[in-house]
């Protein structure tokens, strides 16, 4: 389970092979022992859950880097490796 990011304590994977479960492209964040699964086409929590402002900040790293995301999914569902991405700032 590659490490995409991480910033302000919260740390986003992508699993490879992971397109059974959820179905849709998603990237899984952890912060302090919480989990959420983010879908990455619209930034909603398909599981899971984390403090109300870690999610708004997960919301719009997925925002800002929704393309590089989408290609990083491509490369995980297929077992590739991916591409780290720049931490929100």
Not at 29 to 49: C, P, R
Not at 57 to 75: S, T
């Amino acid at each position: 389970m590659p490490i995409l990011s991480m910033f302000y304590g919260i740390i986003i994977r992508m699993y490879f092979y992971d397109n059974k479960e959820h179905h849709a492209p998603h990237l899984h964040a952890e912060y302090s022992g919480k989990l959420a699964v983010f879908n990455i086409e619209d930034g909603s929590i398909i599981a899971g859950t984390l403090p109300p402002g870690k999610i708004k900040m997960v919301q719009a790293w997925i925002e800002i880097h929704r393309e590089e995301l989408m290609a990083d999914w491509q490369l995980a569902v297929n077992g590739e490796e991916v591409f780290k991405i720049e931490p929100l700032k």
